[in-house]
């Protein structure tokens, strides 16, 4: 994650707090917002992020091991991220398409030994790359497990789930298995294309958005979207195996 100056105590002064955060909360806004098709979005996902801000704000504690950039940037961008679940931001014919790409990449996975590559995937779907890569675009939003699905899968509710990300909240056992997740996904990035890790890298961990990526990398911005899709739709199929 790109480093973001922040305040290291909490401050009295919520608005003029709010006005020296107001650029990373709408640098996240519309980061996040790209690719939707809705001109009140950013809006709302900022007035989403200052919610967030201040809740941050009441549940910093100065004394725990944690910084306080890393703790309210995860809770600003969990309020945006809830606003858009609020939404139902994902339509019901893009979740099927992505099932459908998921079960293909899942099925040449497991006859080639490695992730597939876009052509492969647009063969085995029965249709033209360029159909294929136009199709990526509606992707841009998928997560690789929702925190609901990660409830699911280590039985911890999903608040937990959240104050895992911020804080120490959870015990010592219910960490470690989060963890595990947090080793397995590594894991699985690793064997995705170097582009492919790069995007990710670029995008989750320096917080660079798209046109940054795509100026640094030398390719066009739908490319560089094409590719983070193409990556977190070979995660979901590896996360998202039918038990």
Sequence with gaps: MRSRTFPTTVVI?????????????????????????????????????????????????????IKLNTFAYWRIRGAMIDELRRRDWIPKNTRAKAKKITEAIRDLESRLGRYPEETEIARELDVNLEDYLSMLKDFGSLTVLSVDELAEKTGLPPDEITRYAMEDGTDPEQRAELRDIERLLGREIGKLSERQQQVLTFYYYEDMNMKEIAELLSITESRVSQIHSQALLNLRARFKRPQ
């Design 13 to 65: 002064d919520r608005q003029k707090t709010i006005e020296d955060l107001m650029p990373v909360i709408k640098h996240l806004a519309y980061k996040i917002s790209y690719g939707f098709d809705d001109d009140m979005l950013v809006d709302d996902l900022i007035s989403a992020g200052v919610m967030g801000l201040l809740e941050s704000l009441d549940r910093f504690d100065p004394r725990k091991n």
